[in-house]
Each structure stands twice: as C-alpha cells, then as structure tokens.
C-alpha cells in the first residue's frame, strides 16, 4: 500500500469544535441544528471513500482511562499463563515467553500516561496532532506491545503442540482446549497435510464469530473464467465439474496485492494476499481446499496444490498463509470496517441532525456510547492497543479502511446482502440443523432476525404512515448529511420515503452494534482464538517459498507469530473476554429494567431482544453462560 503524503494541518475553524461528549447532551432545543463535530480531515488528506472519522476529544481522555481499569482486569486471567514451555533452548512459564519479564507493561504504562498528557491539550489542537502522528511508526510501542525487547519473546515455536500456550489456566481454557490439541497442533504439522486440509474450513467456519467471517464465493460455472487464469494449468477439469455441480467456491482476498511487510520491533510482518479455491462434498456438505495463490510483497504470485507438484510442507505453508489473510480480513474488514467505522459515522451524523427527543435517536442512542472515542485512541495509540498485523501505522490502516470502502454500499455490510452476492444458502451448509456446516452464519443471522424485529417494532410505533416518514424533516436531514462527503461519506442510504425504508437502515445499525457484543464472549476466544496458529495475525517472513519446497515442521513454524507476537495477539482477545462491559446489554435487574421508551410496545420488543441475547449465551456458552458480559455498546 502506498504512503501518501499528509496534507497541512487544518484549523480549528474548519474542523468545528462540538465533540460528541457535548453533543449528546444537546437538548431538544437544537432541534438537531449543533455545531459540526470534529473530524479527521479525510478528504484532504486523500482518502475519498472510507467514510468518516469522527474525534471525540473529551470521550478520548475517557476511554484512556477505562482502557488502563481493563487491562487491570484481564491481569489475572494473563498471569493464568503458567504452564512450563522449553522452546529455543529456554525453559520458562507461558507468560514470560509471551511478555518477558514485564518491562513491556512498564513502557505500556508510561504510553498511556503520555496519551493522557496529549489528550490535556486545547481540543482545537487535537486533531491536528493526531494527523501528524498517523504515519509516523511508534517503535517503542510496537516493542512494549510485545514484550519490551526480551529475548524469550523473540522466539519460533519448536512444537506444533506448543501453540496451547496461548491457554491461560484461569479459567481453565488448558483443559477445555486439550480435547482439540491433537487436531489442531496438527493444522501447523508438515507431516499431516491430510489432517490441515481437513482442518482448515471448520476452523473458520465454526470459531471467531467475532471476525464476521462470511467470506465463502460460491462460483457458478458462467463464472470460472474469472478464476481459472489465475491458477494457469493448476487449474483442473474437476475444478470445472464442480463449479457445474455448484459445489466449487472461492475466498478472495487479493485486496492485500498492494500491502507491504512491515518490521516492527525487529521483526518482520507479512500479510499474504490469498486465492483460496474449495470444493464441497455433495453428501456431507464439507469443503476442501484445493488451491490457493499466494503473493504479496516483493513476491510474484505462486500457486499451491493440494493434489498437484506441490510438497506438503509447502501445503501446509499456504493454508497457514491463507488463514493469515483471513484473520486480518476479520480484524480490520469484517469487524472494524463493517461494526465499527460505518457505524460511528452514522452515530456522529445521527448527534448532529437529531434532536434529543427524536424517537429514531431513543432508540440508537442508548447504544451509540464509547465507540467514536475508542476509534480514535486506536489511531492514538496504534502499536499499543491494535493487533499485531502488518498494519504497522494508523495511516496504513485508513488507506487499507479506504481501499475497502470503494464501490461499497451501505448494506453490503448485512449479513443477508453478503449472503445473497456470495450465492450462499442455508440448505447447502445444513447436514442436521440448518447452518451447522457454517455456524458462524447461523449464529450471525440469528442476531440479524431478532435485531430486526425490534426495529420493526419501534418503528411502527414511531411512525404510523410512509408519509410520517416523508415529513419528519430532522429524519431526513440525518440521512442525506450521513451520505454526504462532508458528512458521513456513507455511501448506498435510501431516501426516506417509507418506513420500510428507515426499517432497513436502522436494523442494519443495530443489528452491527448488537452482533459485535459476541467477541466480548468467553468462548468467542477460547480455546480456538487462544491457539494463536488458527488464526494467526502476520507471517514473520515475507518471502513465499517455492510449491516445490521441502522443509521441516520447525521451518514452517518460523514463517509464523514468534512468541511475543502471540502474547500481543492474546492481549488483543483477552481485552474483550477477559473484562466486564461498562453496561451491560442485559441490565442486571432484569430484561425488563432500564427501558428506553414512552410506549409498551417498543418497550416490550426491547425486552425480547434482550431475553433473545440471555438465550443466545446459554446456548453458545452452556458450561458457562456470562448473561452480563454481552455489552449494550461498542466499547472496545
């Protein structure tokens, strides 16, 4: 990706100077009419697509601080990190591996403190200081992030099986991950290229719904054309036949092409772009890679095959290298891009526009905290809160947000809009209960039904007629500020013309907020995130090897997240599992306590929504079902 160059700083006067802190305690009076808040100049600074970056100074300082309570809280749940590793000729316990001797937390400290320093200035100059920080590396975070510059936290992993030091023992994520130790360790083992074939699509199709991961391409036949080129002779007749059968699909993630490595604290990060081709089993429904292309970097594109010339440490290579591709899709795309920056720009627009009485804004507003904040102590503090990607700086981060963003709709982000541009349906992922070749998707489109019958409800309330909708003039203010490039620069928003209309923007909006309170989740990160080799951030080597290259399992496990890279990644996971929301989606008193509305019905629909996320829990937690853990907010 290439640099661009900053544009001047730019002054208070043409930023504004309402934060979001003031706004939202704007009263009914401004008739939704108060001054423009803050905004990272975007357009200026040559980013035309991504949508807007709002600057909430005073809920930045804020955020600094709950940040430093949360990482408190996840202490013990790191210091769990006992067990006994001997790796690189060293003996230690998983945590001084993963962070050294605790120096790092001493540099992270301090960083926080001079974070705090800079959010004390004047709020005009912010931003502009901001600005000037986003290309500029933070080498000292970076090094704090993993582990201060200890030697123990520099090493390769000597064992497959050694991955399970991402498993702290309290709680007791060791023993729940010891029944998948064999299977999983053998995902990273060149001597079982069967095992990490067959490992590789329930891995994502089952773990991380937080990386909002439906990025499965079924591929029609009137379309292998598109793909066939890019595999050459690699390419098969069976790989025709499939696609007629409509059992072949693709994950695309070639958006990387142009995403140099990075080094960062010493070491080099690499995030592959990736081709992945799989074919389906008609009777069982399970998928099989069969090729992918992997380039990137300084590389020319190379083709593995599961079946052809290639070696099977070098198999194993490219779905370690495709899995890379898709964790970064998950972090930056399926969960920041999609959850977290479409939804603050909407969430700015929705502060500007409407007023405090607005029955739209009663029903966002009780969910629309701590996220525009939290954005931006991420581009803050970059190499300190983010993970560790190849994502080295915030400005690589906005152009790859940019890049994203290009052609991209506001309801491409749905998971039923992606569903239906993707060719996937229920019945060709369902064996016994629908989904259950593919459970993140069920998982997800559960929260999508049941976010979408609370909106529906709180708008029929609202407006009784499309043309309530049509005269509501602050309604229609919010929407067309909200795509405009000044504004909101989201692109694809209905006019407000019927309430089916409002409907659909509003679930989208509550279902991205509510659907994001499932990384906050116990199981969410345990035990498959935890064992950091199913989805690892980065490659620590950027050169591709050759399909023909033979190499031991000691040499494949270099190419992968050296062991301070793993404690940065378990950082990153614990931060949400690992501490307690700031408010909880489910009121400690009750689904029925802390209600938003002036009506019973929308009242009740809440209620339901809120009993619906109770149950979610039980269900995908049983063993330990964490009711209060599912924020009401997008908090982190």
């Given amino acids: 990706m290439t640099t661009q160059t900053a544009a001047g700083s730019t002054s208070a006067a043409q930023l504004g100077d309402t934060t979001v802190a003031t706004q939202s305690a704007a009263g009914s009076e401004s008739g939704g009419q108060s001054s423009p808040m803050l905004q990272l100049p975007l357009r200026e600074l040559g980013l035309k697509d991504v949508p807007a ?10 955020t600094v601080s709950r940040l430093v309570i949360r990482v408190k809280q996840r202490e013990q749940a790191l210091h769990g990190l006992s067990k006994v590793f001997t790796i690189g000729g060293s003996t230690a316990r998983a945590y001084n591996f993963l962070y050294g001797s605790g120096a790092g937390d001493k540099k992270a400290a301090a960083a926080r403190e001079a974070s705090q320093a800079f959010l ?3 709020p005009s100059e912010i931003v502009s200081g901001l600005v000037r920080q986003l290309k500029q590396p933070q080498d000292a975070l970076a090094l704090a992030a993993v582990g201060g510059g200890d030697e123990l936290t520099k090493l390769a992993l000597d064992y497959p099986k050694q991955w399970s030091i991402g498993w702290t023992t309290f709680p007791d994520v060791y023993t ?16 079982q290229p069967d095992k990490a074939t067959a490992a590789f699509f329930p891995t994502i199709a089952r773990h991380a719904t937080t990386f909002n991961q439906i990025l499965l391409r079924r591929v029609p036949s009137s379309d292998v054309g598109t793909w066939r080129p890019l595999f050459g002779t690699a390419w098969t007749a069976a790989l025709d036949a499939a696609a007629n059968a409509g059992l072949l699909y693709v994950i695309d993630l070639r958006i990387y ?9 010493g070491i080099p990060r690499f995030t592959p772009s990736t081709v992945t081709v799989l074919v389906q089993d008609p009777a069982t429904k399970a998928l099989t890679p069969e090729l992918v292309r992997v380039a990137g970097g300084n ?18 290579y490219a779905l370690q290298a495709a899995k890379v591709s898709i964790t970064v899709f998950g972090i930056w795309l399926g969960h920041v891009y999609q959850w977290h920056i479409v939804t603050a720009a909407m969430v700015m627009t929705m502060f500007q526009n409407l007023s405090a009485s607005h029955p739209v804004r009663k029903l966002l507003e009780p969910q629309s905290n701590y996220l525009i904040p939290f954005d931006d102590v991420l581009l803050l503090s970059w190499s300190l809160v983010a993970p560790p990607t190849s994502i080295a700086t915030g400005w690589q981060f906005l152009e790859l947000m940019d890049l994203y963003a290009k052609g991209r709709q506001f309801f491409d982000d749905d998971p039923t809009t992606t569903l239906e541009q993707f060719g996937l349906s229920e019945s060709d992922f369902t064996s016994q209960e629908p989904w259950d070749q593919y459970p993140i998707v069920g998982h997800l489109l559960s929260i999508w039904n049941a976010t979408g019958r609370y909106v ?3 708008v029929d309330q609202a407006y009784r007629t499309d043309q309530d909708v049509q005269r509501d003039q602050e309604l229609q203010n919010w929407i067309v500020e909200s795509g405009k490039e000044d504004g909101g620069n989201v692109r694809g928003l209905p006019a407000m013309d019927s309430k089916d209309s409002l409907k659909r923007v509003l679930h989208s909006l509550i279902y991205r907020i509510t659907a994001h309170g499932t990384g906050r989740l116990y199981r969410t990160g345990n035990p498959a995130v935890a064992f950091v080799a199913n989805f690892p951030p980065c490659l620590h080597d950027a050169t591709i090897p050759d399909p023909t290259a033979r190499f031991d399992t000691q040499a494949l496990l270099r190419f992968l997240p050296r062991t301070g890279t793993i404690g940065s990644m378990l950082h990153f996971s614990f931060t949400f599992w690992a501490s307690t ?12 306590t802390e209600l938003f ?12 929504l809120r009993r619906f996320i109770a149950g979610f829990i039980e269900r995908f937690e049983p063993e330990m079902p964490q009711i209060w853990q599912w924020p009401r907010n997008i908090e982190t």
């Avoid at 190379?302 to 010339?309: L, P």
């Avoid at 929301?581 to 029925?592: L, S, T």
Wanted: a negative charge.
């Fill in 299 to 316: 590389n020319e594109p190379k083709i593995f095959s599961r079946q052809g010339s290639t070696t099977a440490s070098a198999w194993v």
């Fill in 257 to 265: 092409e142009t995403l140099q490595p990075q080094t960062v604290a």
């Fill in 597 to 608: 509305f002036d009506d019973d019905a929308s009242n009740q629909a809440l209620i339901e």
């Fill in 120 to 122: 004390a200035r004047d």
């Fill in 456 to 458: 529906n409800t709180c």
């Fill in 53 to 62: 970056m709002p600057v909430d100074v005073r809920g930045m300082a804020d």
């Fill in 176 to 191: 729940l991950g010891l029944p998948h130790l064999e299977e999983w360790a053998a995902s990273v083992d060149v001597a």
């Fill in 581 to 592: 929301p700031y408010v909880p989606f489910v009121p400690i008193g009750g689904p029925e």
